[in-house]
């Protein structure tokens, strides 16, 4: 049993999750990554939670197949139970050795079961299927299947393209429908907005008069999205703040919990665990909380029982501090070290006109050095900086210095009004930072190791009204 707030298995990363509710507990499968050569099988692993902050790790849950296989690697899928309890397990079967006359492998939709209360599961290969006439056999992915009580029979979602049209925008969730979760039918397509590559992992869900489409966008920003209706069959409208996190929180999709509702996805590494490292497949587990807004759009933050596990208090003194700049910047940076696991709270307050505010994480002591939270007012954005940024070559001008931010790390966010809070949760070289228990953002930080905290202010003023740092118990 691990305690830590993010999940990863020994020597192995945590891909897509499946979430899935079971008694009580939070039963939370995921595409096991390896990272050996030659290339292994992927089967789905197994880590339950009851309390989203200790997790137990039950192993392999769904092997992969064999070399000559259709399910070699057992890919993203999902979980639901029939009218008479059984349990049902629809995942993606893919062989690097099965290809389709374009030359890339074939996806398939596999289906197991389990009659034991998901403590094993039988495959079934005979009930296999992939992609009819009109669609990719290479695109065929990642079902979702749900119950429409109202039309009484089951829907299946799928990652799929058309086999025509230009090249990036053939992305469609495809549906099938069922009544017996073993025969399949195609229908029309769930949601067709002839946009990006594909829409993978997608999956929906209801809280009061809303639906919820969830979507992880593959092309154009590798981000989880949702759009929100009033019906299953749509129209799917696009909220002003459709993502649920930036770049490196990738393939959420959720389950109930209780009365709530937890998104679960992989925080990814970089090449070479370093700042400037490509994104890789896979990382480790995160889990965020979902509430529903007024007016039906989601907020998201760090689930409460996380913040609460952080019970010992911390003393990094910069205030109660204002800082103003009117016609420039400031900073003001701690005497006493930041832990390198900590949540950090900080309530700040803006006057109206200000240009930028935030904090700065792993400071050197004169603030020049450190990672940026930026709140940016003008602009309506969260972003993540750095300091210093890659040099282009040896002479004084060639510095990345004409990147604003982090590129893919830039969040949307409502600051309007003068009050705003930032939680930030830090555990080795992972960080989430919240606004306002409304937004996420979820990164990787590895190149700076200094350790102060920061506060700063440009164009304007800003004050701290309230500042707390908290670490978990020893042991």
């Known amino acids: ?21 079971h008694e009580g507990d939070l039963w939370l499968y995921y595409l096991l990554e390896l990272r050996e050569s030659p290339k292994p099988g992927t089967p789905w692993a197994l880590v339950r939670t009851d309390d989203l902050v200790t997790f137990t790790d039950a192993g392999v849950a769904l092997p992969h197949g064999g070399h000559d296989d259709a399910d070699f690697n057992a890919y993203t899928g999902s979980v639901v139970t029939d009218e008479d309890g059984r349990h049902h397990l629809f995942y993606t079967g893919q062989n690097p050795r099965r290809v389709a006359d374009n030359g890339l492998p074939l996806q398939l939709v596999m289906h197991a079961t389990s009659d034991d209360g998901m403590q094993s599961w039988v495959k079934h290969p005979g009930h296999t299927f992939g992609a009819p006439a009109g669609y990719e056999p290479t695109d065929w992915r990642d079902p979702f299947v749900v119950r429409d009580d109202e039309a009484g029979t089951w829907r299946m979602l799928l990652a799929a393209r058309h086999d025509n049209g230009p090249e990036r925008r053939r992305g469609v969730i495809a549906q099938l429908v069922s009544d017996d979760l073993v025969t399949w039918t195609p229908t029309v397509p769930f949601w067709d907005p002839r946009r990006y590559i594909t829409h993978e992992c997608p999956e929906v869900f209801r809280i ?8 992880s966008e593959f092309s154009d920003a590798f981000v989880t999205r949702y759009r929100m209706a009033r019906s299953l069959d749509g129209p799917w409208l696009a909220p002003d703040l459709d993502s649920i996190d930036g770049r490196a929180f990738y393939a959420a999709k959720s389950a109930p919990f209780g009365d709530r509702r937890i998104f ?16 890789q497949w896979a990382g480790t587990l995160s889990l965020l909380e979902a509430q529903q807004n007024s007016d039906g759009t989601l907020a998201f933050h760090v689930p409460h029982e996380v913040v609460a596990s952080f019970t010992e208090e ?5 205030g109660p501090t204002g800082l103003s700049a009117e016609d420039g910047y400031a900073c003001l940076v701690s005497g006493d070290p930041l832990p390198v696991d900590c949540y950090v709270r ?17 400071s050197s002591a004169d603030g020049d050095h450190s990672y940026v939270v930026r709140l ?29 931010h982090v590129v893919e790390l830039e969040r949307p966010a409502n600051l309007t009004g003068t009050s705003h809070t930032l939680e930030l949760i830090l555990e080795g070289d992972l960080a989430v930072v919240v606004l306002d228990s409304q937004v996420c953002l979820s990164t ?3 190149d700076q190791t200094h350790d102060r905290l920061g506060i700063f202010a440009g164009d304007g003023t800003a004050k701290l009204r309230e500042l707390t740092v908290r670490r978990r118990p020893a042991g």
């Open 1 to 21: 049993m691990t305690d830590q707030v993010f999940f990863r298995p020994d020597h192995a990363w945590v891909g897509d999750v499946i979430p899935v509710e």
């Open 376 to 404: 940016e007012p003008k602009r309506g954005r969260l972003v993540l900086d750095r300091w210093p940024r890659p040099t282009t070559g040896e002479a004084q001008w060639q510095v990345s210095g004409d990147v604003p």
């Open 314 to 318: 911390v003393d990094v003194d910069l």
């Open 346 to 362: 900080a309530e700040l307050e803006i006057d109206p006109g200000t240009t930028e505010c935030g904090l700065l994480l792993r």
């Open 264 to 279: 679960a996805g992989w925080i990814a590494t970089r090449e070479g665990e370093t700042d400037d490292g490509a994104w």
């Open 444 to 446: 990787r930080l590895y």
């Open 208 to 215: 009061g008069d809303w639906w919820y489409l969830v979507y």
